[in-house]
């Protein structure tokens, strides 16, 4: 079967720190892979899409990035935190064969920038 | 006009009340449709998932999809504390897609 990993867990950071959250998927190949950020009263917001190692799409500008460097590993990144980062940040996976409609979220990530 | 709109609730029934969750959307391309239930501090998980328009059941859960309303419920027969959760809609128009998801509704069932 499937799982996807995320950490840290929670992870409070100074403003103008780096950031880097780090999602693994086990049991599958090839997934899609996503980033979310979830902020209180504005639901889930698409960050970053993957369809493979080294391609990614951007949905939002912003001051983070995201890389791919193995292909059931998806990096979440930022040089500088601003507060406006603070929010739960989820990744998800989609099978690239078959079922890619259905998106699974991992436990997330609670980041607080202060 | 958002592309996906979801009363946020809170929503508060007894146990055992049937509960009914719904979104309509204005993309007339979306034809892939899921709920997800999310509880406090958790990752979402896939509670439903529905192609195209009609009825999906599963246990005390059916999913019902009117693509002529562009509208999409959820339904939850005799309701149990466990099923006090945020509850999301999401939809796409193409399979491996980005999904848009509703803002989520908050359900309360008190014992």
């Known amino acids: 079967s499937q799982t996807i990993h995320q950490w840290p867990a929670t992870l409070v950071q100074p403003v103008g720190s780096p950031l880097s959250l780090e999602c693994t998927v086990e049991?599958?190949?090839?997934?899609?892979l996503y980033w979310y950020r979830q902020a209180a009263g504005r639901g889930l917001q698409l960050l970053f899409y993957?369809?493979?190692?080294?391609?990614i799409s951007s949905e939002v500008p912003q001051n983070l990035s995201a890389s791919r460097p193995q292909d059931r590993q998806f990096i979440l990144s930022s040089k500088k935190l601003l507060l406006s980062d603070s929010g739960f940040y989820l990744c998800?996976?989609?099978?690239?064969?078959?079922?890619?409609?259905?998106?699974?979220f991992g436990p997330g990530t609670r980041l607080l920038v202060l | 006009q958002k592309e996906v709109e979801q009363d946020p609730g809170p929503l508060s029934v007894p146990e055992g009340a049937i509960v009914s969750l719904n979104c309509t959307y204005s993309?007339?391309?979306?034809?892939?449709f899921m709920w997800y239930r999310q509880y406090s501090r958790k990752g979402p998980e896939l509670l439903m998932y529905?192609?195209?328009?009609g009825n999906k059941e599963d246990g005390r859960f059916t999913a019902q999809v009117d693509k002529s309303s562009k509208y999409i419920s959820l339904f939850i027969r005799d309701s149990q504390p466990s099923d006090s959760a945020t509850y999301l809609c999401?939809?796409?128009?193409?399979?491996?897609?980005?999904?848009?998801f509703g803002k989520g509704t908050t359900l309360s069932v008190s014992s």
């Open positions: 998800a996976w989609s099978g690239a064969r078959g079922y890619q409609e259905t998106q699974y």
């Open positions: 049991g599958t190949s090839n997934p899609n």
């Open positions: 993957s369809v493979g190692i080294g391609q």
């Open positions: 993309n007339s391309a979306f034809q892939y």
């Open positions: 529905t192609y195209s328009s």
């Open positions: 999401a939809m796409s128009d193409q399979a491996g897609t980005a999904l848009i």
